[in-house]
């Protein structure tokens, strides 16, 4: 089992123990979440391989410390989605717990890139793409929005807000 998995079950259990509502539910829903999703693995697993052992398919099935981390950005991004909801529709006490089940969830997610560390890396794979061009090519060809994403979503995956970045790579790519 993964080790992320552990500390989001010890968690858990620490939570009940000392009656912590909120984040009970929260915790509940996140391993929901993570059981879901091994869940599809494992039905992949089963069309991709159907004579695997039982035993193979469990342990084969289990999520990766980044597939977890890619679960719980979710749920995290879901809040996001419904704090801003709650907050048209003037509901700020179901906001505010929407902000405190994300404060739960980013424990354990890592630390958020800042608006200035994604416009670095994005302006420094535009250049590194502009600079594997040929002189000719950069000419005729522009550097488009694909490939820089191609180029920088393996260094901010995970670490920073998805429309912040497409945001920022349209914006220096002049688009």
Excluded: C, H, W
Aim: glycine share 4%; aromatic share 2%; no cysteine.
């Amino acid at each position: 089992m993964a080790l992320l998995k552990q500390q989001i079950q010890q968690r858990l259990i620490d939570a009940l123990k000392n009656k912590k509502e909120l984040e009970v539910s929260t915790l509940r829903l996140v391993i929901s979440a993570i059981g879901n999703k091994e869940i599809e693995k494992r039905t992949k697993l089963v069309k991709q391989e159907p004579n695997l052992p039982e035993a193979e398919m469990v342990k084969k099935s289990q999520l990766t410390e980044e597939e977890i981390m890619e679960v719980i950005s979710n749920e995290a991004k879901k809040r996001k989605e419904s704090i801003l909801a709650f907050e048209q529709g003037n509901r700020p006490e179901l906001a505010e717990k929407e902000k405190e089940e994300i404060a739960i969830l980013k424990v354990y997610l890592p630390e958020q890139l800042s608006e200035e560390e994604v416009r670095k890396i994005v302006k420094d794979a535009i250049a590194a793409l502009r600079a594997s061009l040929a002189p000719e090519e950069r000419e005729k060809t522009g550097i488009n929005m694909g490939l820089v994403m191609k180029e920088i979503m393996p260094l901010t995956k995970g670490r920073a807000d998805g429309a912040l970045t497409s945001t920022i790579v349209k914006e220096l790519l002049g688009k």
